[in-house]
């Protein structure tokens, strides 16, 4: 028998005086109701209630039990008042993952954003350039970049993710402005030690045929490239969020527009459910619209 509901009828019969009663509210036989009781006290081993032909009276067994249902079934009906409300009212904690460059420069601003406009919703956010399994490592949703595999999550694409390439003005003005990946052989290429095969100066260089050689800095952060190319230690090859405000500012130049990377799409990706909480809802909404393919 379900144990949850003859914990109910048994405090049913106790809270109302009868398995009479108790069978009237739960719209059962009351030999059904009695069924119940004697599966609890067979589970139990011991009687709950002793009848007479004019009451029934809990016995020790029952008295300590009783109390134990009572407080389940409050406990319960708690848990269920809560889950009600998040389905409700959007409110609740997010956890979310993103790539570190993105989810620093683009997603962290938009987040403070997201949270002024819904007040009873956290954010945990996770940056890593590590691929993570959305459902295994518990997150609400990921934003991934490049090609998806068939995973029957849900994926609302996103704007592209665009590389650039740039150097500080003084390098130029030191080593020339390298106008083809051809010239990119007599310039000081700084790596990025997490770049895929297809990514980066080798590969740039390969898709025209040319060589130019490994790279005397690499390093497994953008923001430590940048920095070596405002200083003019070499060329950066990053994401365009990185490195666009420095080109528009003049602390970098813009290079190799016409070679660089094809754009990378991107996705937002969550579970699939017919009835998504409203945090995740308002959430999804909120990147689409700021984020959204245009």
């Known amino acids: 028998m379900d144990r949850l509901l003859s914990m109910e009828l048994f405090v049913a019969v106790v809270d109302k ?14 030999p059904m109701v009695g069924k119940h009781i004697a599966a609890l006290e067979k589970r139990l081993g011991g009687r709950l209630l002793v009848r007479t032909t ?9 008295q300590h039990y009783y109390q134990r249902c009572r ?13 009600e409300l998040l389905r409700q009212q959007p409110r609740g904690v997010l956890r979310l993952n993103a790539s570190v460059t993105f989810g620093s420069l683009r997603l962290a601003p938009l987040l403070a954003e997201f949270m002024a406009r819904y007040p009873e919703i956290g954010v945990e956010l996770e940056l890593s350039d590590q691929l993570v399994d959305l459902v295994a490592d518990g997150y609400d949703a990921v934003f991934r970049i490049g090609q998806l595999a068939d995973s029957g999550l849900v994926a609302r694409r996103l704007r592209p993710y665009r590389m650039m390439a740039a150097a500080a ?3 130029l003005a030191a080593r020339g402005v390298p106008r083809t990946p051809a010239e990119l052989a007599g310039h000081d290429c700084l790596g990025f030690s997490r770049w895929q095969r ?18 005397r800095f ?53 579970p699939a459910d017919r009835q998504p909480l ?17």
């Open 71 to 83: 407080a389940i079934l409050a406990e319960l009906a708690a848990a269920e008042d809560a889950a």
């Open 278 to 294: 409203p945090k995740l809802r308002v959430f999804v909404d909120f990147i689409v619209e700021r984020l959204g393919a245009l």
């Open 169 to 171: 003005p003084a390098y």
């Open 218 to 270: 690499q390093c497994n952060q953008g923001q430590a490239l940048r920095q070596l190319a405002l200083a003019g230690a070499g060329l950066a090859l990053q994401a365009e969020a990185l490195l666009a405000d420095d080109v528009a500012a003049g602390r970098l130049v813009s290079l190799l527009d016409g070679y660089l990377p094809p754009p990378k799409p991107m996705h937002l990706i969550y």
């Open 54 to 62: 004019r009451r029934q009276q809990l016995t020790e067994l029952g």
């Open 17 to 30: 005086g009868s398995f009479t009663a108790a069978a009237e509210a739960y719209r059962l036989s009351q």
């Open 198 to 215: 297809d990514d980066g100066w080798d590969a740039l260089a390969r898709r025209h045929g040319v060589e130019i050689g490994a790279s």
